[in-house]
């Protein structure tokens, strides 16, 4: 099985990137998803996560709001869609598939003030 998150990149406060996690070696869409975050010094924390089939979605209150998961079943792929970052959110970002022990390298987020 393989994770592979993709898109982070360096932004400053304010703007929006967009974060993929491509799946392989698993049947994808059995699999709620979820993404993630660990900030330098702190520990692992939850963001998001979105159902099977995307019909339900869950945020961490710190990125309501400005965070949308989404997910397309037949790319095997879920995105996480960031907007007004700020630099609290600066952190690397994995994805997994909830319940497993799935999980991506991690992408780093760097935002900027």
């Known amino acids: 099985v393989q994770l592979q998150a993709s898109g982070g990149g360096l932004v400053q406060a304010g703007g929006s990137l967009r974060l993929s996690c491509a799946a392989s070696?698993?049947?994808?869409?059995?699999?709620?998803m979820g993404w993630f975050r660990q900030a330098p010094g702190k520990e692992r924390e939850f963001v998001a996560s979105?159902?099977?089939?995307?019909?339900?979605?869950d945020y961490a209150d710190s990125v309501k709001g400005r965070f949308a998961a989404s997910r397309d079943n037949a790319k095997n792929t879920v995105y996480l869609q960031m907007n007004s970052l700020k630099p609290e959110d600066t952190a690397v970002y994995y994805c997994t598939a909830q319940r497993t022990n799935y999980w991506g390298q991690g992408t780093l987020v760097t935002v900027s003030s």
């Open positions: 979105i159902t099977r089939f995307g019909g339900s979605t």
């Open positions: 070696g698993l049947t994808f869409s059995i699999y709620a």
